[in-house]
């Protein structure tokens, strides 16, 4: 750690809400989410107990992918505000002591930014090499082919061939979010001065960073390997994540990050190697903060089929849990906890159970999972009123998301009524869509998303609206809400939870998830506080003791989910928390 640099660490401390703008809360009557909705309900969210906001992707866009392609840096979505409405929201959250992160979405722009536009215009233009283009490649019949084999995000080549220059731009996600080449000097400090600087000197705290592994391409722009023999284009993560310059990038970020003490949380897919991850966070490197990474998101999800549905046990997801808590130990990174993001199902409908009479417990069984656990937590919105995945009823074309939208022709395409019905399986439990229905503010029509109900939203709202919604759950003393607030003021008093040590207890049970916390840097044996949590993730009764190392018998309950609060057993998707000093 490098103290002189003027980096407080404030992050570690942080409890983040994230904010996805279009589902939020509509202040006009548009149907789509706007920052004046975000500013009017500021106070609830300061009285949740959270202190910092991420607030995705807000900056103008064609919304092709929902402002995860900007065609401008530094202006807003119109639908959304103007930049005076962001200096207010800005205002408004140091007001109340909240900080804000942006998204930082510069791996790639929108096809539509004036710097793609005017690389598209020649091969001499000076923008040309600040996007990444390549002569066809020719098969043995004279066939025109992309430059290498690697899938974009919609199952298709990377590459689009562009007729006007005669060659192809690489994109890993959708043909309109064309790659910037990052080896381009010019291109890179531009992108500190215009994305980066623009907003920190406006007073944002830090981003959460897009797609933070994929700025440095391999040499030569390697194929990747076939591992789905069938296919004509490969997953090509294994080539072109965590690419050879990645570092020297992010230390260039990291020194203009340092001057603002600017906390950054990067998204760093397919990196399984606790090495590899703790390169981008110790912080003596002082590259990010913290990353997400996805083993967790990864349970149920095939590899190589964005919504392919596969079973995964408790088991996995206790030594998920317990890998990433305990990577950290003996370095000076810091880890994330988080369970849900605008590109994940609802973690009741993945993790516990969403029947309706389960909906209750679950959301408060992962909201205790989550206090008790070590790194700065993530809420992502409507996480704390218990919403779930949109009901497996909805058609098709309820589906917003590019890549839902696609799943979807492509399995049209391969035909059979039961390939139709898989698909429409697979993307209700799978899609991004589940995180991005309105969230349910009151029981009125569309749960009350735009101040005039009368108003239809972007996104049809999740039909369990009338009884899973803020202002209800604002009466009621055992609901979701009033867990979230209680379990985030017990993390608030109790060092331990956010900042201890993790211990996994009873591996091998296959319905409870039980762990102990110790405070950090202290071994079994020293005396000091305890933590146990124990959760059941069943359907049916279980029973436990607390261990005598977190005091048995001893310990004080100081949360708990229950209905009967009795102390060794727990009824369905019901939890306990207790503290104990030894
Ligand atoms: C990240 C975002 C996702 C987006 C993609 C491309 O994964 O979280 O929503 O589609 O990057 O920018
Ligand atoms: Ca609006």
Redesign the pocket.
Same mark, same amino acid.
């Given at each position: 750690m490098t103290p002189q640099d003027g980096r407080t660490f404030w992050f570690r401390d942080a409890v983040v809400y994230q904010i996805w703008p279009a589902s939020y809360k509509d202040s006009n009557n548009d149907g789509i989410g706007d920052i004046q909705g975000i500013i009017s309900t500021l106070d609830y969210v300061a009285s949740l107990g959270v202190n910092t906001i991420w607030l995705s992707p807000m900056y103008d866009s064609p919304q092709i $992918?929902m402002g995860?392609d900007i065609s401008d840096y530094q202006a807003v979505y119109p639908p959304y505000g103007t930049l005076s409405d962001m200096d207010e929201l800005i205002r408004e959250c140091h007001a109340r002591g909240i900080k804000l992160i942006l998204d930082l979405?510069i791996n790639h722009t929108s096809d539509q930014h004036a710097w793609f536009q005017e690389s598209k215009k020649d091969k001499t233009n000076p923008k040309r090499d600040w996007y990444i283009w390549r002569p066809a490649k020719y098969s043995a019949t004279g066939e025109r082919r992309p430059p290498n084999n690697w899938r974009g995000a919609l199952n298709q080549s990377a590459w689009t061939w562009e007729e006007h220059t005669q060659e192809y731009y690489l994109h890993l996600?959708t043909p309109q979010?064309p790659d910037l080449n990052w080896a381009n000097d010019e291109c890179r400090h531009t992108l500190y001065r215009d994305a980066i600087e623009f907003w920190l000197k406006r007073g944002v705290n830090g981003f959460r960073v $897009?797609?933070v592994n994929l700025y440095s391409k391999p040499e030569g722009l390697p194929d990747a390997p076939i591992t789905d023999p069938n296919a004509e284009w490969q997953n090509g993560d294994s080539v072109f994540c965590n690419g050879p310059r990645m570092h020297e990038y992010l230390q260039e970020m990291g020194t203009i990050f340092a001057r603002y003490d600017a906390m950054t949380v990067g998204?760093l897919p397919s990196t399984p190697r606790v090495e590899d991850v703790l390169r981008y966070i110790s912080a003596s490197r002082n590259e990010l903060s913290q990353v997400f990474q996805f083993d967790i998101s990864a349970l149920g999800r095939s590899p190589d089929d964005f919504y392919a549905r596969s079973d995964f046990s408790l088991q996995q997801l206790k030594e998920v849990v317990e890998r990433w808590q305990r990577f950290i130990e003996g370095t000076d990174a810091w880890p994330t906890v988080f369970l849900e993001n605008? $590109?994940l199902p609802r973690a009741i409908s993945k993790y516990a159970s969403d029947r309706p009479e389960d909906i209750t417990a679950s959301g408060k069984l992962l909201a205790l999972m989550q206090v008790g656990l070590t790194g700065t937590l993530y809420i992502y919105q409507g996480q704390e009123i218990g919403m779930t995945n949109v009901p497996r009823s909805w058609g098709h074309d309820e589906y917003k998301d590019v890549i839902a939208i696609n799943y979807y022709r492509d399995a049209a395409a391969r035909g059979s009524k039961e390939t139709l019905v898989k698909a429409l399986d697979d993307i209700n439990f799978h899609a991004r869509d589940n995180a991005r229905t309105p969230v349910q503010w009151t029981s009125a029509p569309h749960g009350g998303f735009s101040e005039d109900p009368a108003t239809t939203p972007w996104m049809r709202t999740n039909d369990n609206y009338t009884s899973i919604n803020v202002a209800a759950q604002e009466q009621d003393k055992s609901s979701v809400l009033a867990f979230y607030r209680h379990a985030l003021a017990v993390r608030k008093k109790h060092d331990l939870l956010g900042k201890g040590e993790f211990r996994l207890v009873g591996r091998e049970h296959e319905k409870l998830f039980m762990y102990i916390k110790l405070p950090q840097g202290s071994s079994e044996e020293e005396k000091g506080e305890r933590a146990f949590v124990v959760l059941n993730f069943s359907s049916e009764m279980q029973t436990y003791t607390v261990p005598e190392e977190a005091g048995g018998e001893e310990a004080n309950v100081v949360l708990d989910s229950s209905v009967d609060g009795k102390r060794g057993s727990l009824g369905p998707w019901e939890g306990r928390m207790y503290i104990y000093h030894t």
């Amino acid at each position: 750690m490098t103290p002189q640099d003027g980096r407080t660490f404030w992050f570690r401390d942080a409890v983040v809400y994230q904010i996805w703008p279009a589902s939020y809360k509509d202040s006009n009557n548009d149907g789509i989410g706007d920052i004046q909705g975000i500013i009017s309900t500021l106070d609830y969210v300061a009285s949740l107990g959270v202190n910092t906001i991420w607030l995705s992707p807000m900056y103008d866009s064609p919304q092709i $992918d929902m402002g995860y392609d900007i065609s401008d840096y530094q202006a807003v979505y119109p639908p959304y505000g103007t930049l005076s409405d962001m200096d207010e929201l800005i205002r408004e959250c140091h007001a109340r002591g909240i900080k804000l992160i942006l998204d930082l979405v510069i791996n790639h722009t929108s096809d539509q930014h004036a710097w793609f536009q005017e690389s598209k215009k020649d091969k001499t233009n000076p923008k040309r090499d600040w996007y990444i283009w390549r002569p066809a490649k020719y098969s043995a019949t004279g066939e025109r082919r992309p430059p290498n084999n690697w899938r974009g995000a919609l199952n298709q080549s990377a590459w689009t061939w562009e007729e006007h220059t005669q060659e192809y731009y690489l994109h890993l996600f959708t043909p309109q979010q064309p790659d910037l080449n990052w080896a381009n000097d010019e291109c890179r400090h531009t992108l500190y001065r215009d994305a980066i600087e623009f907003w920190l000197k406006r007073g944002v705290n830090g981003f959460r960073v $897009d797609t933070v592994n994929l700025y440095s391409k391999p040499e030569g722009l390697p194929d990747a390997p076939i591992t789905d023999p069938n296919a004509e284009w490969q997953n090509g993560d294994s080539v072109f994540c965590n690419g050879p310059r990645m570092h020297e990038y992010l230390q260039e970020m990291g020194t203009i990050f340092a001057r603002y003490d600017a906390m950054t949380v990067g998204e760093l897919p397919s990196t399984p190697r606790v090495e590899d991850v703790l390169r981008y966070i110790s912080a003596s490197r002082n590259e990010l903060s913290q990353v997400f990474q996805f083993d967790i998101s990864a349970l149920g999800r095939s590899p190589d089929d964005f919504y392919a549905r596969s079973d995964f046990s408790l088991q996995q997801l206790k030594e998920v849990v317990e890998r990433w808590q305990r990577f950290i130990e003996g370095t000076d990174a810091w880890p994330t906890v988080f369970l849900e993001n605008h $590109d994940l199902p609802r973690a009741i409908s993945k993790y516990a159970s969403d029947r309706p009479e389960d909906i209750t417990a679950s959301g408060k069984l992962l909201a205790l999972m989550q206090v008790g656990l070590t790194g700065t937590l993530y809420i992502y919105q409507g996480q704390e009123i218990g919403m779930t995945n949109v009901p497996r009823s909805w058609g098709h074309d309820e589906y917003k998301d590019v890549i839902a939208i696609n799943y979807y022709r492509d399995a049209a395409a391969r035909g059979s009524k039961e390939t139709l019905v898989k698909a429409l399986d697979d993307i209700n439990f799978h899609a991004r869509d589940n995180a991005r229905t309105p969230v349910q503010w009151t029981s009125a029509p569309h749960g009350g998303f735009s101040e005039d109900p009368a108003t239809t939203p972007w996104m049809r709202t999740n039909d369990n609206y009338t009884s899973i919604n803020v202002a209800a759950q604002e009466q009621d003393k055992s609901s979701v809400l009033a867990f979230y607030r209680h379990a985030l003021a017990v993390r608030k008093k109790h060092d331990l939870l956010g900042k201890g040590e993790f211990r996994l207890v009873g591996r091998e049970h296959e319905k409870l998830f039980m762990y102990i916390k110790l405070p950090q840097g202290s071994s079994e044996e020293e005396k000091g506080e305890r933590a146990f949590v124990v959760l059941n993730f069943s359907s049916e009764m279980q029973t436990y003791t607390v261990p005598e190392e977190a005091g048995g018998e001893e310990a004080n309950v100081v949360l708990d989910s229950s209905v009967d609060g009795k102390r060794g057993s727990l009824g369905p998707w019901e939890g306990r928390m207790y503290i104990y000093h030894t």
